[in-house]
């Protein structure tokens, strides 16, 4: 029977040093996966400061764009306007 109990022994130490050796594998891979999560955290805190300032950038150029787009029409009224009031001085 002494022969059964080693066996039983050494199944039981091969089972423990598995046991052990998926442990650090499983803690390993946490940490790697925390690495990654850190990481991505932070490229997407970075992207978001990118859009922000791309999209706020984006806001001022289409105001820009608005403001001239509303300038141009009040300039051309206000020469017809201009060219409309010599006009009256020149026939009366």
């Known amino acids: 029977m002494t022969i059964g109990t080693n066996n039983f022994e050494e199944e039981m130490e091969a089972m423990k040093a598995m046991l052990e050796r998926f442990v650090k594998e499983s803690e390993e891979k946490e940490a790697r996966i925390k690495v990654y ?42 020469q017809r306007r201009a060219v409309n009031s010599r006009t009256m001085d020149v026939q009366a």
């Open 37 to 78: 999560e850190e990481k991505i955290a932070r490229l997407t805190k970075k992207l978001e400061k990118h859009l922000t300032r791309s999209l706020i950038k984006s806001s001022e150029s289409q105001d820009e764009e608005r403001a001239s787009k509303v300038k141009l029409p009040m300039r051309r009224s206000t």
